[in-house]
Nanobody, 121 residues
């Protein structure tokens, strides 16, 4: 019924930038929070950034000042602008969203398929 479709990952050198996007498609009435997580090999999945319905963002300490999360509610899309990338940012990045399909606002949690970000020296 609902899919989160991610794009924008790739291979870049340290100091360069990438912009990830995640669009909620299908039967979408309303979206509450949206977030980006990442998981590197051998590590736990960690929360990178969250953006709430009115646009208030939060960030994990290691990305503050470098990453910016934003959303376009009209397009049901969340973005992650990643600047000054470091090798330690290398991970699979996953989009997460709380989506209601009808006006009863019964929210369910959905995950994107993951997109690889690789940062080389």
């Amino acid at each position: 019924q609902v899919q989160l479709v991610e794009s924008g990952g790739g291979l870049v050198q340290a100091g360069e930038s990438l912009r990830l996007s995640c669009a909620a498609t299908g039967t979408v009435f309303s979206i509450n929070s949206m977030a980006w997580y990442r998981q590197a090999p051998g590590k736990q999945r960690e929360l990178v950034a969250t953006i709430y319905s009115r646009g208030t963002p939060t960030y994990e300490d290691s990305v503050k000042g470098r990453f910016t999360i934003a959303r376009d509610n009209a397009q049901n899309t969340v973005y992650l602008q990643m600047n000054s990338l470091k090798p330690e940012d290398t991970a699979v990045y996953y989009c997460n969203a709380q989506v209601a399909m009808t006006a009863d606002l019964h929210y369910r949690e959905y995950w994107g398929q993951g997109t690889q970000v690789t940062v080389s020296l």
